[in-house]
Protein backbone atom coordinates (compact mmCIF):
# COMPACT_ATOMS: atom_id res chain seq x y z
CA UNK A 1 0.00 0.00 0.00
CA UNK A 2 1.78 3.54 -0.58
CA UNK A 3 1.38 6.39 1.80
CA UNK A 4 -1.52 8.12 0.26
CA UNK A 5 -3.64 5.17 0.40
CA UNK A 6 -3.87 5.99 4.74
CA UNK A 7 -6.21 9.26 3.73
CA UNK A 8 -8.85 6.56 2.32
CA UNK A 9 -8.52 7.97 -1.10
CA UNK A 10 -9.33 11.71 -0.19
CA UNK A 11 -8.38 13.86 -2.97
CA UNK A 12 -7.08 17.45 -2.54
CA UNK A 13 -10.20 19.18 -0.76
CA UNK A 14 -12.46 15.71 -0.22
CA UNK A 15 -13.66 14.99 3.20
CA UNK A 16 -10.86 13.48 5.25
CA UNK A 17 -11.49 10.05 6.00
CA UNK A 18 -11.63 10.61 9.97
CA UNK A 19 -13.08 13.15 11.78
CA UNK A 20 -10.52 15.61 13.49
CA UNK A 21 -8.69 14.27 16.27
CA UNK A 22 -9.39 10.95 15.84
CA UNK A 23 -7.62 8.26 15.08
CA UNK A 24 -8.08 4.82 13.64
CA UNK A 25 -8.72 1.69 16.06
CA UNK A 26 -8.82 -1.68 14.08
CA UNK A 27 -9.86 -3.70 17.56
CA UNK A 28 -13.56 -2.57 18.74
CA UNK A 29 -12.53 -2.98 22.57
CA UNK A 30 -15.79 -2.03 24.50
CA UNK A 31 -16.17 0.94 26.18
CA UNK A 32 -18.94 1.52 28.59
CA UNK A 33 -19.67 2.69 32.34
CA UNK A 34 -21.12 0.01 34.65
CA UNK A 35 -22.33 -3.34 34.30
CA UNK A 36 -23.27 -5.48 31.25
CA UNK A 37 -26.55 -6.79 32.04
CA UNK A 38 -27.87 -10.35 31.56
CA UNK A 39 -30.35 -10.85 28.74
CA UNK A 40 -33.54 -12.58 29.54
CA UNK A 41 -35.69 -12.74 26.40
CA UNK A 42 -38.76 -13.36 28.88
CA UNK A 43 -38.41 -10.11 30.74
CA UNK A 44 -37.08 -8.19 27.66
CA UNK A 45 -39.58 -5.63 25.81
CA UNK A 46 -38.54 -2.52 24.05
CA UNK A 47 -41.08 0.16 23.65
CA UNK A 48 -41.46 3.74 22.57
CA UNK A 49 -43.18 5.65 24.51
CA UNK A 50 -43.79 9.62 25.69
CA UNK A 51 -45.52 11.85 22.94
CA UNK A 52 -46.33 9.49 20.50
CA UNK A 53 -49.50 10.69 17.89
CA UNK A 54 -51.81 8.51 19.72
CA UNK A 55 -50.36 8.98 23.36
CA UNK A 56 -49.42 5.19 23.77
CA UNK A 57 -47.01 3.38 24.59
CA UNK A 58 -46.08 0.48 21.69
CA UNK A 59 -44.31 -2.39 23.06
CA UNK A 60 -42.38 -5.85 21.35
CA UNK A 61 -41.74 -8.67 22.54
CA UNK A 62 -38.30 -10.23 21.83
CA UNK A 63 -40.03 -12.48 19.08
CA UNK A 64 -42.08 -9.61 17.81
CA UNK A 65 -39.16 -7.53 17.69
CA UNK A 66 -37.57 -10.49 15.33
CA UNK A 67 -40.14 -10.26 13.10
CA UNK A 68 -39.42 -6.32 12.09
CA UNK A 69 -37.97 -5.36 8.72
CA UNK A 70 -33.94 -4.89 8.52
CA UNK A 71 -31.37 -3.74 6.98
CA UNK A 72 -27.41 -3.87 6.13
CA UNK A 73 -25.28 -0.88 7.07
CA UNK A 74 -21.74 -0.44 7.33
CA UNK A 75 -19.69 2.67 9.22
CA UNK A 76 -17.35 4.15 10.57
CA UNK A 77 -17.73 4.29 14.62
CA UNK A 78 -16.35 7.60 16.60
CA UNK A 79 -15.71 7.33 20.19
CA UNK A 80 -14.59 11.20 21.93
CA UNK A 81 -11.96 9.43 23.38
CA UNK A 82 -10.53 9.98 19.89
CA UNK A 83 -10.73 6.58 18.09
CA UNK A 84 -12.78 5.82 15.51
CA UNK A 85 -12.84 2.02 14.07
CA UNK A 86 -13.40 2.09 10.29
CA UNK A 87 -16.46 0.24 8.54
CA UNK A 88 -18.52 -1.31 11.32
CA UNK A 89 -20.49 -3.94 9.89
CA UNK A 90 -24.37 -3.61 11.65
CA UNK A 91 -27.15 -5.05 10.84
CA UNK A 92 -30.75 -4.64 12.56
CA UNK A 93 -34.13 -2.38 12.04
CA UNK A 94 -33.64 0.71 10.79
CA UNK A 95 -34.76 3.76 13.28
CA UNK A 96 -37.03 5.22 10.55
CA UNK A 97 -38.81 1.63 10.49
CA UNK A 98 -39.69 2.28 14.35
CA UNK A 99 -41.02 5.80 13.59
CA UNK A 100 -43.10 4.35 10.94
CA UNK A 101 -44.59 2.05 13.09
CA UNK A 102 -44.77 4.30 16.17
CA UNK A 103 -45.53 7.22 14.68
CA UNK A 104 -44.71 10.74 16.95
CA UNK A 105 -47.15 13.58 17.53
CA UNK A 106 -46.00 16.82 15.23
CA UNK A 107 -44.84 18.78 18.17
CA UNK A 108 -41.79 15.90 18.88
CA UNK A 109 -38.41 17.46 18.65
CA UNK A 110 -36.30 15.13 20.25
CA UNK A 111 -35.88 11.60 21.26
CA UNK A 112 -34.04 9.91 24.29
CA UNK A 113 -32.66 6.26 23.95
CA UNK A 114 -32.95 4.44 26.87
CA UNK A 115 -30.74 1.17 27.83
CA UNK A 116 -30.32 -0.57 31.05
CA UNK A 117 -30.05 0.88 34.34
CA UNK A 118 -31.02 4.34 33.26
CA UNK A 119 -28.27 4.85 30.49
CA UNK A 120 -29.59 7.49 28.21
CA UNK A 121 -28.68 9.77 25.09
CA UNK A 122 -30.88 12.50 23.34
CA UNK A 123 -30.32 13.52 20.00
CA UNK A 124 -32.72 15.56 17.50
CA UNK A 125 -35.51 13.54 15.99
CA UNK A 126 -33.95 14.46 12.84
CA UNK A 127 -30.66 12.50 13.94
CA UNK A 128 -32.73 9.34 15.10
CA UNK A 129 -34.38 9.00 11.38
CA UNK A 130 -30.67 9.84 9.47
CA UNK A 131 -29.44 7.34 6.84
CA UNK A 132 -27.60 4.61 8.61
CA UNK A 133 -29.23 4.83 11.91
CA UNK A 134 -30.20 1.25 13.04
CA UNK A 135 -31.46 -0.51 16.18
CA UNK A 136 -28.70 -3.25 15.92
CA UNK A 137 -28.97 -6.79 16.68
CA UNK A 138 -25.78 -8.04 14.78
CA UNK A 139 -21.93 -6.71 14.20
CA UNK A 140 -19.36 -8.05 11.80
CA UNK A 141 -22.60 -10.69 10.69
CA UNK A 142 -23.04 -12.26 14.14
CA UNK A 143 -25.20 -11.81 17.13
CA UNK A 144 -23.74 -8.84 19.22
CA UNK A 145 -21.34 -9.73 21.83
CA UNK A 146 -22.78 -9.27 24.96
CA UNK A 147 -20.15 -6.18 25.89
CA UNK A 148 -21.08 -4.56 22.96
CA UNK A 149 -24.67 -4.53 23.53
CA UNK A 150 -26.16 -7.42 23.18
CA UNK A 151 -29.46 -8.64 22.56
CA UNK A 152 -30.12 -4.78 21.18
CA UNK A 153 -28.25 -1.26 20.66
CA UNK A 154 -28.65 1.53 19.03
CA UNK A 155 -26.31 2.92 16.28
CA UNK A 156 -25.96 6.60 15.67
CA UNK A 157 -23.37 6.66 13.25
CA UNK A 158 -22.70 10.16 12.46
CA UNK A 159 -22.22 11.27 16.26
CA UNK A 160 -19.77 10.33 18.68
CA UNK A 161 -20.06 6.91 20.19
CA UNK A 162 -22.12 7.45 23.59
CA UNK A 163 -25.43 8.47 21.84
CA UNK A 164 -25.42 4.82 20.18
CA UNK A 165 -26.64 3.27 23.40
CA UNK A 166 -26.11 -0.15 24.36
CA UNK A 167 -28.65 -2.85 25.71
CA UNK A 168 -31.16 -0.39 24.90
CA UNK A 169 -35.00 -0.94 25.83
CA UNK A 170 -37.01 2.13 25.03
CA UNK A 171 -37.32 5.51 23.16
CA UNK A 172 -39.13 8.50 24.27
CA UNK A 173 -40.69 11.22 22.47
CA UNK A 174 -39.32 14.11 23.23
CA UNK A 175 -41.58 18.10 22.80
CA UNK A 176 -38.24 19.75 24.05
CA UNK A 177 -34.73 19.01 24.70
CA UNK A 178 -33.46 17.38 27.63
CA UNK A 179 -29.84 15.70 28.26
CA UNK A 180 -28.70 12.44 28.61
CA UNK A 181 -26.57 10.66 30.66
CA UNK A 182 -23.23 11.52 29.32
CA UNK A 183 -24.68 15.42 28.17
CA UNK A 184 -25.59 16.16 31.87
CA UNK A 185 -21.80 15.19 32.83
CA UNK A 186 -19.72 17.21 30.82
CA UNK A 187 -20.31 15.99 27.61
CA UNK A 188 -21.53 17.70 24.12
CA UNK A 189 -25.26 17.72 23.83
CA UNK A 190 -25.09 17.84 19.64
CA UNK A 191 -22.20 15.11 19.62
CA UNK A 192 -21.31 15.82 15.67
CA UNK A 193 -17.40 14.24 15.27
CA UNK A 194 -17.03 16.32 12.01
CA UNK A 195 -17.25 19.92 14.56
CA UNK A 196 -15.63 18.10 17.71
CA UNK A 197 -18.61 18.41 19.64
CA UNK A 198 -17.00 16.75 22.63
CA UNK A 199 -17.60 18.78 25.27
CA UNK A 200 -20.63 20.94 26.97
CA UNK A 201 -18.27 23.88 27.41
CA UNK A 202 -17.96 24.20 23.36
CA UNK A 203 -21.74 24.63 23.13
CA UNK A 204 -23.27 28.01 22.07
CA UNK A 205 -26.59 29.43 23.25
CA UNK A 206 -28.99 27.14 21.30
CA UNK A 207 -26.97 23.98 20.83
CA UNK A 208 -28.39 22.66 24.08
CA UNK A 209 -31.16 22.57 27.36
CA UNK A 210 -29.18 24.20 30.45
CA UNK A 211 -27.46 21.81 32.74
CA UNK A 212 -28.85 20.58 35.96
N1 LIG B 1 -25.71 1.51 27.86
C1 LIG B 1 -24.56 2.07 27.49
N2 LIG B 1 -24.35 2.32 26.19
C2 LIG B 1 -23.20 2.89 25.79
C3 LIG B 1 -22.20 3.26 26.72
C4 LIG B 1 -22.45 3.02 28.09
O1 LIG B 1 -21.66 3.34 28.97
N3 LIG B 1 -23.64 2.40 28.43
N4 LIG B 1 -21.02 3.83 26.27
C5 LIG B 1 -21.08 4.51 24.96
C6 LIG B 1 -19.78 4.88 24.43
S1 LIG B 1 -18.95 6.15 25.19
C7 LIG B 1 -19.29 4.32 23.29
S2 LIG B 1 -17.87 4.88 22.54
C8 LIG B 1 -19.94 3.15 22.70
C9 LIG B 1 -18.94 2.01 22.60
O2 LIG B 1 -19.50 0.92 21.95
P1 LIG B 1 -18.68 -0.43 21.91
O3 LIG B 1 -18.36 -0.80 23.33
O4 LIG B 1 -19.52 -1.41 21.22
O5 LIG B 1 -17.42 -0.11 21.16
O6 LIG B 1 -21.05 2.69 23.44
C10 LIG B 1 -21.85 3.72 23.93
N5 LIG B 1 -23.04 3.12 24.47
MO1 LIG C 1 -17.15 6.66 23.79
Redesign the pocket.
Known sequence: MSEGEDAGGAGEGARPRLPPGQAARFE???????RVPVFRPERWDFRVFGATASLGTYRWTWDEFGSLPRTDVVRD?????RFS?PDVPWAGVPATEIVRLAPPSPEVTHVMAW???G?S?NMRVGDFLSEGVVLATH?DGAR??P???FPL??VVPHL?????????RSVEYMVGDRRG??EERGYHNGADPWKEERYSHQERPGNGPPRR
Open positions: HRPQHYGFHCVMVGEYYARLAEHGRLYGWKSVKWLFW
